[in-house]
């Protein structure tokens, strides 16, 4: 290939020089760089554990008015995953039919060939050697079909054959187009692409490839897609669609490619600095992938039109200790190339700096990481990338003694600090630096507590020095927390004493935040709290009458408000006066004598001054009688009377006849008594008693016999009523009285008492009609009775109106009774027929109308359960009358003499149901669709003009339209 490029070139040169004197522009073109590249890093500084990306961007700069002529193998893949029913009918393969022959349309054939091969299996690969005749080359592209596996390395075999004997001065391409992976030989398909792809490109075939994928194919992962990008001349040379889509897009551009003059047998040579190495495997996925010698990467490709690539590897650090700003390639990296004209040229490769500095101190661990606060202890930091000459500080304070001993270890002497944690950090000569923490602890130290001891409740101000303590601290007295109020500093803190659970001493414990601690034995002590115990000392006065009632009050100490006063065990009214005084109301006693005096606080406890208080007997004088007033009543008792005389007091108790009578005080000389039954009519003493003293009064009071004065009844009213009962009847007569009772028939009523002339009652209810006997009887036993005084009717029903008074014959319709006396167990009858019934209240009826034969008027008869029954003038009529149906047009007006084609007739007031008449026969087949349309099957019919019309259920008849049989 390279004797057919020294050729090319010769013919090259040759037309240049005979063109020098028109074409002067050519001339330029000739001396231009054909290639421009750009280098940059990333990052661009790391640390020398870390690597760096390089990146090299190499840019075709074609000359512009040259065309290198070409010729062109178009390889079409036409195996069976190119037809339709491998592609949920997409129709690849007429999809790639299309877009070749729009390629060979857009060439241009005066300078350029092509020529094609179509593939499947090995043995089904056809060509069509190179023509400049568009039309030979799209007439064999329309005979492809697609059919059988894919050959692809076959393919490539047959394409380079044809381009052996491509012209000397044109630049060989392959353009190959397939659909799917490699299947032939049965033998690494894939590799015997690829390798026959190399052979082409070693040949100085320029080789273009495009992936038709699915388009739920993913490009990344696609194996097609993959194969063919590695097969391609470079990266740029390489090209997929998903789908058809985009197919004839692609060709367009490899057309718009294929005849730039460009630089050819491009080699890339850079070489990384020395202060680098390269990362093995890093540039893999350059297309095509460079050859790595030691610290040389070389790209070879055929040519470079308009387009970037971009080749990537990675470098990092040689000396892992060596920090600076670095060069990442040689100044003898370089491109060499030949232009069109077959001219050696070169481009050197600009190098970028990369800045490389050791990497950053880190701390794993510290042993021991904690100490006393004087400090003076040995510590080891472990960790990575420690440099001599690091230095190490707690906190702010430079540590002593540091030694690197290596990159992972350096020992040091802590310096003394406060309680507490602090920062440890390393830092490098570079000034890169770790921090990792060290912890001062000590027990804290109680040197005083003031003061030592306070109230039980707490509250006060106690002050704590010493030494070691935290701010953050926590102060326990005993289990209570005491609230810090002031840290000085680690030696002087002041908390505020916490209540205490009992009076004593308790142990004082300070807490440190890093958990240290110190308990002070018995460290503070609780006082006694003052006895606040109430105390009874007097009671003012201390004696009093056994029935109590006396104001009295208490002395003592310590009374609060709430307290309660017993006075011989007897809950006592207790007014709270001073914390030294209650006030209280003496309890009556149970005798008289002395009793204790106490008070009980609300938790129960009691506080007793025994004997304190003196009950005294009562002494009443002798009461005295002068009358009784009724001085008679009758032997049942239940009177009042009352009782004249002396010496009465509230306790003064009456008997009559030896018997207790209930007895109200009313005054020193006067009491009310409710006589009790007596046992014998007569008279009886009276007795008056007070505490022990008694007077009587001998034959003071009189049981009598009650004199019983019978009832006359001369009339009722009314004197009739229904059986039902619920009548109010008023009774005249004389000798009534308040309590009596009435009894119609052998049915027993209260009264209500107007006057002794006349009672109220209402009636109760009877079975049978009829007159009763009336029978007044009072509660002292008088009683009188009239004879037939009442009489019982049956309930007779009446009818008022109707609502409405009409209804259709048809029957169905509701209509309302209005009326008198109806229940539920009335019945309606509407010319002799039963109709159903509702019986919405005692004055009306619903009822649903019977059908009848006729209209006119008719009896409407309600009867009662009683027999009883009423009779009113119902009218039936027709009802509400529809308006007659009205034909407007027919969907045929003519049809066949032998019937059967459906027509719709159109028109107004039609209801379901409908009889449909053609002359005088009627339809069997009629369908109701709407007030306006109904739906017929013509019937058979002789030939001529019938009648057509439409009868509703109701008998109305429509108006007629023509039909003709034919």
Known sequence: MRTLKRYFALIVTMSLVLGLMVQAPLVNAAVNDYVSVTKTVNPTTITTEDEAEVTLNVTGIPPANVVVPNDVVLIIDKSGSMAPSYNNGEDKMLNAKEAAKGFVDLMDLTKHRVAIVDFSSSNMIGNLPFTTNPTEAKNYIDTINANGSTATGDAIDSAIALLANHRPEAQPVIVIMTDGDATQPSTDPYGYAKQKALLAKDNGIIFYTIALLKSTDDPVTSGPNILLKEMATTSDHHHFVLGSTGLSQIYAAIVKEIGMASAYDVTVTDNVDPNFEIVPGSYDNNIPKPTVTGNTLVWDFNELKNSTLSFKYKIRPVDKTKSGTFPVSTA????????????????????????????????????????????????????????????????????????????????????????????????????????????????????????????????????????????????????????????????????????????????????????TSKIVDDGYTYNEPPKTDPEVLSITPNTGVVTGGDIAYVDGKNFKNGLQVLVGGKSAATTYVSTTRLKVTIPAGDQAGAVDVSVVDAEGKTYTLAGAYTYTAIVYPIPTITAVTPNTGLLAGGNIVYVDGGNFTNITKVSIGGKDAPTTYVSATRVKATVPAGDNVGKVNVKVTTGTAEAELAAAYEYTVPVIDQITITSLTPNTGLLAGGTIVYIDGVNFKSGAKVAFGSNIVSSSYVSSTRIKVTTPAAVTPGKVDVTVTNTDGGTGSLAQGFEYTAALPTITGMTPNHASKAGGDIIYVDGTNFDNTATVTINGNSAAVTLVNATRLKVTVPANATIGDVPLVVTLSNGLSVTATFTYDNGLVAPAPILTSMTATSGTAAGGNIIYIDGKNFVNKPKVYFGSTQVVTVTFVSATRVKVTVPAGVSGPVDVKVVNPDGQESNTLTYTYN
């Open 332 to 515: 003898t990296s370089k491109i060499t190339y030949k232009d069109y004209a077959g001219g050696a040229r070169y481009k050197l490769i600009p190098s970028v700096n990369l800045t490389v500095k050791l990497p950053a101190p880190q701390i794993t661990s510290i042993i021991q990481p904690f100490g006393h606060p004087d400090g003076g202890e040995t510590v080891t930091i472990n960790g990575k990338n420690f440099f001599n000459g690091a230095t190490v500080t707690f906190g702010t304070v430079a540590a002593t003694n540091v030694s690197v001993v290596n990159s992972t270890t350096i020992t040091a002497t802590v310096p003394a600090g406060k309680q507490g944690t602090v920062d440890v950090t390393v830092k490098n000569p570079d000034t890169q630096k770790a921090i990792g923490q060290y912890q001062y602890k000590t027990d804290p130290i109680v040197t005083s507590i003031t003061p030592a001891n306070g109230a039980l409740d707490g509250g006060n101000t106690v002050i704590i020095q010493g030494n070691y303590m935290m701010k953050g601290l926590t102060v326990k007295f005993g289990d209570n927390t005491a609230a810090v109020t002031m840290y000085s500093n680690q030696t002087y803190i002041k908390v505020t004493a916490p209540k205490g659970a009992a009076a004593g001493p308790v142990d004082v414990t300070i807490l440190n935040p890093d958990e």
